[in-house]
């Protein structure tokens, strides 16, 4: 999937957050949707300007930022 097809960060919108293209509907958005237990169908419904894909590629931009990112637990 190419995630620029539906993601883009653009400095004058939502503060550079990556959000899907031509809209102000962050990446975070969608993924706290989904965390809630919100459905694609629903989250579709209530946005239906965006598409499926547009929904994928959100998930697909999140998993590509976590890719590479190292974390170091505290055991205190």
Do not use: C, W
Not at 5 to 23: L, Q, W, Y
Not at 24 to 34: H, Q
Request: without cysteine; proline residues 3%; charged residues 20%.
């Amino acid at each position: 999937m190419d995630i620029l097809e539906h993601i883009e960060i653009n400095s004058g919108v939502m503060m550079g957050k990556p959000v899907i293209k031509g809209t102000r509907i962050s990446v975070e958005l969608i993924l706290e949707k989904l965390s809630e237990g919100e459905t694609m169908e629903n989250i579709l419904m209530a946005y239906p300007h965006i598409s499926m894909k547009a929904i994928y590629a959100a998930l697909d931009f999140a998993a590509q930022s976590l890719k590479n990112t190292v974390y170091h637990l505290r055991t205190s």
